[in-house]
């Protein structure tokens, strides 16, 4: 099979868990927007297949969840889809771009959720001045810091240890 097939099979799979994984937190939905389980398969896909592939995920992943299942509302899942969009892109083109050591993969990380969260607050920011609605500097880091840190903890204890087992398993696409 080729690569590209691989990452085409690789990203279907990572859509899907994006897809599944909001149902295992979404049962105590305070607890499940913390976590933000649909962030998970959208930066490993970057990692694992690359760019394009990650971009591709995480831009679908809310709004095929939203459309399907009606959650999350339309107003948060195109905010949500940009955000995931530059995650998956970000991870996958620094971590080419790095030498692949543990450091680098913990910083392409970190600098990928720090880039999509601003990423999240200039789409926000965009679409409040459509709606007329307000859009503080406090609501974003109320919303990309404050309530994420449950989700920051688990996707840098996570994230890290699932692609290093990916790569060791032969199936580091991102070359």
Known sequence: MSDNNRKM???AVFLAV????PFLTGQIPEIGSMLSPMHIPA???GF???WPWGL???AVAPLLHSVIFGMPPMFVAIPMAFEL???GAFAGMLYKK???TTANLYISLVSSMVLGRLVWGAVKFAMAGLGATEFSFAMFI???VTTAVPGIILHIAIIPPIVKLIGKAGYDLNK
């Open 9 to 11: 099979v690789f990203s």
């Open 18 to 21: 994006a897809l599944v994984l």
């Open 43 to 45: 930066l490993i896909c």
């Open 48 to 50: 694992v297949c690359g």
């Open 56 to 58: 591709a995920v995480g």
């Open 85 to 87: 969009a530059a995650y």
């Open 98 to 100: 790095l030498p692949k």
């Open 142 to 144: 109320s919303g990309a």
